[in-house]
């Protein structure tokens, strides 16, 4: 089901300075001055935000950032948080597109990606999010011992992504293709937990190579 447009989602967004961020292309900063931790992570599409509301708590020590590129879906990001607040997520209102501008090289511990648009079309894949230009962002923003966690519904892409990373600086340092019948520590998005069911999930972390 499509999610209606909400006319008002930047202003309700604009409202909350002390947790969202509205990324301005044209005046890109950085962003790790908002963290309370010393210690970053990302998310990167984070829909309505499941997925980093029930990891932030279980990390206290670590500063989320979770990029959304639509207002509208974000806007549910920040009613979910309203919910059970957590000091150590910003919402990053924008494309991750951007992100290299938004924080120091190598500051970066772990960068998670989960269910990103696949984007099957051949002449869509610089769309993609694990796309070698945005791979080489990940792996200059990343410490030395930094990961990149992806999960997916989406085998093709799933794939597609493993072999990019090992192509860009990245070892695989583990793998499932069935993460619902792994012993992984999982914490569900709102994408898996409706698809679970009748898909296999198939997930990776990769870690950089320096
Ligand atoms: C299929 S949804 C998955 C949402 C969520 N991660 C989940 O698993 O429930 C992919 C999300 O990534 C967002 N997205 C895709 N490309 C993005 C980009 N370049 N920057 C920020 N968000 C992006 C989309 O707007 C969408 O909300």
């Known amino acids: 089901m499509r999610l209606r447009t909400d006319k008002a989602a930047h202003e309700k967004l604009a409202a909350r300075p002390e947790r969202v961020v509205i990324l301005d292309p044209d005046a890109l900063t950085q962003l790790d001055h908002v963290a309370t931790q010393s210690s970053l992570a990302l998310e990167i599409g984070c829909g309505k935000g499941g997925f980093i509301k029930e990891l932030a708590p279980h990390f206290p020590k ?28 910003t919402y990053v209102s924008g494309d991750a597109t951007h992100l290299a501008a938004c924080f120091k090289p190598l500051s970066i511990e772990d960068i998670y990606l989960n269910f990103s648009d696949p984007w099957p079309k051949a002449r869509h894949e610089k769309r993609r999010l694990t796309y070698p230009t945005q791979l ?60 679970t069911p009748t898909t296999p999930i198939h997930a990776l972390k990769a870690r950089k190579q320096v």
């Open 62 to 89: 670590t500063h989320f950032f979770a990029f959304e590129k639509f207002e509208t879906i974000l806007v549910k990001a920040l009613l979910k948080y309203d919910q059970s607040p957590s000091p150590n997520i």
């Open 136 to 195: 080489t962002h990940y792996h200059q923003l990343l410490k030395a011992d930094g990961t990149l966690h992806l999960k997916t519904d989406n085998r093709s892409f799933f794939y597609y992504s493993l072999i990019a990373l090992q192509a860009n600086g990245f070892a695989i340092t583990d793998f499932t293709t069935d993460l619902s019948h792994s012993d992984w520590f999982n914490v569900p998005t709102e994408f898996e937990a409706r698809y």
